[in-house]
């Protein structure tokens, strides 16, 4: 019966075959242990030379890291193995053979294994960040569509810049200039009045000089937009969102978080509601804790999102950021012109900023105003505010960054990690 690793639960005491690669081989004179993935999960293979011929045996000796197989063998229930399952090897047919393949057993160095991405995915570890990703990324479209919105694909190529114009990557369209798109908001505005609830999900691009473990030059983005909600009810969106993905990756991905040594109970805790604290309390907060020098109107670094973070065991939205740090569609509050009805998400144990999201103006002359301040061309921006123009209604939205979420649910340091071929400032190769 020819199957695959995830599957063989279903073949227990009997014979299968799988197509396979050897990740790695341990051998003495009388057993030979396999290694073995297949893209759908990892399994040991024994080969006990009394038991097979003596030429299967031989093989198995000395095949090298990463060839080929397709191997046969018994199915075998094994406690002792995270997955639960070993096969007792009967027969090894080889595919095709690996030499001196580059990422062996020991350590290696982090540009090393950056340098061989294409090959560096096949390991265990990079596997299970991978679908811990794309588990995210199911019960994201799983989310929405239960909660009645509507998945909408903004365009890439842009003649605007959401996020201000400092960090835009610039292209020629034709005769005209064009931007790699570093939001899709503006869009899904749009596509709010149009249809009421809306997501997106979409590469983004930002030329940042960064060069941080949360920074990535192209990154991936979950953009809701919501017609007739307002900035309470854009955080309770978010909170049920993020918990829905945290506990979906809690029930789906078991073996992943196990492979990663991930502490599950600090996941287990994300639930709804999240704790919320206005920019204002966060600066005296911060001088409490002992950063003096930072004074209202700055922005703040990744030491004081992480010390703020580390007082909840949830995620923590800070809100009401100062006008003048954010874009120029926030809505200001009502009562205090000088903030905004904004709120980023800061994810626990210093993995920093994984929300960014407000209410949007939806007056016509204040948002005008606003373009103005910021210095942007209204002419770019003339389908925008017509949205202002006709049936204006307030509303609200938000981004997730893909990236930063995957490395704070499976416990991965940096972010180059969370991607399959991450862009960085001095990255394009593989
Ligand atoms: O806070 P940002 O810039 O917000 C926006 O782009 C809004 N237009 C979203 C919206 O309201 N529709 O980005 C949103 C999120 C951040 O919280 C962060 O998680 C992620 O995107 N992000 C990055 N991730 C990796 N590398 C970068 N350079 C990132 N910049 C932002
Ligand atoms: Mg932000």
Request: charged share 25%; glycine share 8%; with cysteine.
């Amino acid at each position: 019966m020819k199957t695959t690793i995830v599957e063989v639960g279903k073949f227990v005491g009997q014979e299968v075959t799988i197509g396979a690669w050897v990740a790695n081989k341990r051998s003495s004179g009388k057993i030979a242990f396999l290694q073995l993935r297949d893209g759908t999960g990892f399994i040991q293979g024994v080969v006990v030379k009394a038991e097979v011929d003596e030429a299967i045996f031989q093989k198995a000796k000395s095949i090298t890291q990463e060839t080929s197989i397709y191997v046969s063998g018994i199915v075998r229930e094994d406690e002792r193995s995270p997955f639960g399952f070993e096969l007792g090897v009967t027969g090894i047919k080889v595919i095709a053979e690996s030499v001196d393949y580059p990422i062996t057993p020991k350590e290696h160095g982090t540009e090393f294994l950056m340098d061989h991405r294409h090959l560096w995915l096949r390991s265990k570890r990079q596997h299970a960040v991978m679908k811990i990703r794309n588990e995210i990324i199911r019960a994201t479209y799983e989310f929405f569509n239960k909660e009645g919105f509507v998945k909408v694909d903004p365009p890439i190529l842009t003649g605007s810049a959401p996020e201000g114009t400092s960090e835009l990557f610039h292209t020629k369209y034709f005769d005209e200039d064009a931007y790699l798109s570093q939001s899709g908001q503006l869009y899904m505005e749009a596509a709010a009045m149009a249809l009421g609830k809306v997501f997106s999900f979409g590469p983004t691009f930002r030329a940042e000089k960064s060069k941080t473990r949360r920074h990535l030059i192209e990154f991936w983005m979950i953009e809701p937009e919501m017609a007739f909600y307002e900035f309470e009810d854009n955080l309770s969106v978010q909170e049920a969102y993020v918990s829905y993905i945290v506990q979906s990756v809690l029930k789906n991905c078991a073996l992943e978080l196990n492979t990663l040594g991930r502490d599950i109970s600090k996941l287990e805790q994300i639930k709804a509601p999240f704790p919320r604290i206005t920019y204002d309390d966060a600066i005296t907060f911060l001088h409490e804790k002992g950063f003096t020098e930072i004074k209202w109107g700055d922005d703040f670094g990744a030491p004081h999102e992480t010390a703020i973070a580390e007082s909840y065991d949830k995620p923590v939205f800070i809100t009401h950021y100062p006008t003048s740090l954010k874009p120029f569609y926030m809505q200001p509050d009502a009562d205090r012109e000088e903030v905004v009805l904004c709120a980023d998400l800061i994810a626990p144990e210093g993995y920093g900023e994984i929300i960014g999201g407000s209410e949007r103006i939806h007056d016509m002359e204040l948002l005008k105003q606003r373009l103005d301040q910021h210095e942007l061309d209204s002419d770019a921006y003339k389908w925008y505010l017509e949205l202002r123009e006709y049936g204006s209604v307030p509303h609200s939205g938000f981004g997730l960054g893909l990236e930063r979420t995957v490395a704070w649910i499976s416990g991965v340091e940096h972010v180059r990690e969370t991607i399959p071929f991450p862009r960085l400032l001095n990255r394009l190769y593989p």
